[in-house]
Nanobody, 123 residues
């Protein structure tokens, strides 16, 4: 079993930056794919970014070029660097892990989830 804990959320102005962190516990973290999802009020949870065990990355069209996903296997940490933030980025952000080396874009493909961290971007 894997436990994930997100941190780093907060309130920022449009154009600002935040870095979210995801601390993981459990074995074989280096073999997991890691994903970030977000959910705004009244909306379904949506894919943001993912990284495979080998380091291949994928991003939603809405965040490509602004967000960067990474992971540090030795520290069992995942990260989401968010730059040029927009009000539409406001949501609860969730870290998720998939017991597979490959990237998946659907929430149903992930096995473990963090509790979420709030990101609010003001105008």
């Amino acid at each position: 079993q894997v436990q994930l804990v997100e941190s780093g959320g907060g309130l920022v102005q449009a154009g600002g930056s935040l870095r979210l962190s995801c601390a993981a516990s459990g074995r074989t973290f280096s073999n997991y794919a890691l994903g970030w999802f977000r959910q705004a009020p009244g909306k379904e949870r949506e894919f943001v970014a993912a990284i495979s065990s080998s380091g291949h990355t994928d991003y939603a069209e809405s965040v490509a070029g602004r967000f960067t996903i990474s992971k540090n296997n030795a520290r069992k940490m995942g990260y989401l660097q968010m730059n040029s933030l927009k009000p539409d980025d406001t949501a609860v952000y969730y870290c998720a892990a998939r017991i597979h080396y490959g990237i998946a874009l659907l929430p149903s493909n992930y096995d473990y989830w963090g509790q979420g961290t709030q990101v609010t971007v003001s105008s």
